[in-house]
């Protein structure tokens, strides 16, 4: 049976989630938003107490939590609600990394149809991006900087830290897209400075079609992000629409569970990891990581398998792993990953790449004896 190794696309939901979720389908029948009887309110409370859970996993306050259909959702609210602020200010100047997610690369891109000036900075072989260099193309219009926590093709840690601290104190906005953070790098994503951050419950084992835009309140005022479509005054203006009680259930529980667990799950991370380098070593098959490991989550692996066409071993191996070699939102793309054409990688090494990533119901030894046996077929189709 085939061991499915793509998390950074999306994890498999928690049955505990699932159980919640279900629950609330069976149980609380009523809109949220309904304020004449009690299947409202109890819907309501079924919500705030998941914003409660996702505030306490992240270290805000509750009322700094809104919820959307998805990091993706998220993003573009942190981005395109900014457009008024931003003329009434003239602050049209925004800067990121060539590594981001679509989700922000296409927003700023659509941004620049409308007079905004978009910089990006590119990382080095060590999938890191220089928080000197973002810094140094901050100016006095800057509008925003945006920068992903942890990338999503090479697991590599971004320097969103040493950005928070030195953007506090400026009249310049942070965002964080925490999509592949949230959950598992806990202490670190509570200890940041930012004024936005984003997530999608499930990249951490939580229901798909949730997610979370947490604004910070600065004196007391949240960031001047508006609403980018209109309906009802739901998520207090920001995100209209009705709100699916049952999946922020989910995203809630989720969060709980990570917020209990995340210790033991990166100990079962890092483990599978050592036992997939080991299995990498003592294949005989020439190999190199794409981004530098003391940077790297304990969930994800990028490799670049010399004279090993990821496509064929992914096709041919399909039996035994599921994995990917780049970001889900460009699977259809036949195009070289953009993220590892940022890092200077050659395109004959892009080729020949695969991510892998894991989570923490992974069972390690099925892991290790499926890759053992892809890497068989890796030498069999090797150049």
């Given at each position: 049976m085939s061991v499915y190794l793509d998390y950074n696309a999306s994890a498999p939901i928690d049955s505990r989630v699932l159980d919640v979720m279900i629950d609330v389908y069976r149980n609380n029948i009523g809109n949220a938003d309904s304020r004449t009887h009690n299947f409202g309110?109890?819907?309501?409370?079924?919500?705030?107490?998941?914003?409660?859970?996702?505030?306490?996993?992240?270290?805000?306050l509750p009322d700094e939590v809104f919820f959307t259909s998805g990091a993706t959702e998220s993003n573009n609210i942190a981005i395109q609600g900014l457009k008024e602020y931003a003329?009434?200010?003239?602050?049209?100047?925004?800067?990121?990394?060539?590594?981001?997610?679509?989700?922000?690369?296409?927003?700023?891109?659509?941004l620049k149809t409308e007079d905004f000036e978009v910089e990006m900075v590119c990382p080095d072989l060590s999938g890191r991006v220089s928080c000197e260099e973002i810094l140094s193309k901050v100016r006095e219009d800057t509008l925003l900087v945006s920068v992903m926590h942890v990338n999503n093709e090479t697991g590599i840690i971004q320097p969103v830290k040493e950005l928070g601290e030195a953007l506090q104190d400026k009249n310049i906005l942070f965002h964080i897209d925490a999509t592949q953070s949230c959950g598992k790098l806990v202490k670190e994503v509570q200890e940041l400075n930012y004024n936005m951050l984003s997530f999608s419950a499930h990249k951490l084992m939580g229901p798909q079609g949730v997610g979370v835009l947490v604004l910070k309140k600065k004196s007391y005022r949240l960031p001047p992000v508006k609403a980018i479509f209109y309906g009802g005054q739901q998520?207090?203006?920001?995100?209209?629409?009705?709100?699916?009680?049952?999946?922020?259930?989910?995203?809630?529980?989720?969060?709980?569970?990570?917020?209990?667990?995340?210790?033991?799950?990166?100990?079962?991370?890092?483990?599978?990891?050592?036992?997939?380098?080991?299995?990498?070593?003592?294949?005989?098959?020439?190999?190199?990581?794409?981004?530098?490991?003391n940077y790297c989550v304990s969930t994800t692996l990028n490799i670049c398998i010399e004279g090993v066409s990821s496509e064929a071993l992914m096709i041919s191996t399909k039996q035994y792993c599921g994995l990917s070699n780049g970001s889900a939102c460009t699977s259809k793309s036949y195009d070289p990953s953009y993220v590892l054409v940022a890092m200077g990688i050659p395109t004959e090494k892009i080729e020949n790449s695969i991510r892998i990533s894991w989570g923490p119901d992974?069972?390690?030894?099925?892991?290790?004896?499926?890759?053992?046996?892809?890497?068989?077929?890796?030498?069999q189709i090797k150049n």
């Open positions: 309110e109890n819907a309501r409370t079924v919500v705030e107490d998941a914003r409660k859970q996702v505030a306490s996993l992240l270290k805000v003329n009434k200010n003239r602050k049209k100047h925004i800067v990121t990394t060539a590594i981001e997610h679509k989700a922000i690369l296409e927003t700023v891109k659509h998520e207090h203006g920001i995100r209209p629409g009705t709100i699916p009680v049952a999946l922020t259930a989910g995203c809630g529980k989720a969060c709980e569970i990570a917020e209990t667990d995340y210790i033991k799950n990166n100990d079962h991370s890092l483990e599978i990891k050592s036992k997939i380098i080991g299995e990498l070593d003592a294949s005989g098959l020439q190999y190199r990581f794409n981004g530098d490991q992974t069972d390690v030894e099925e892991t290790v004896n499926n890759f053992r046996e892809l890497l068989k077929i890796a030498k």
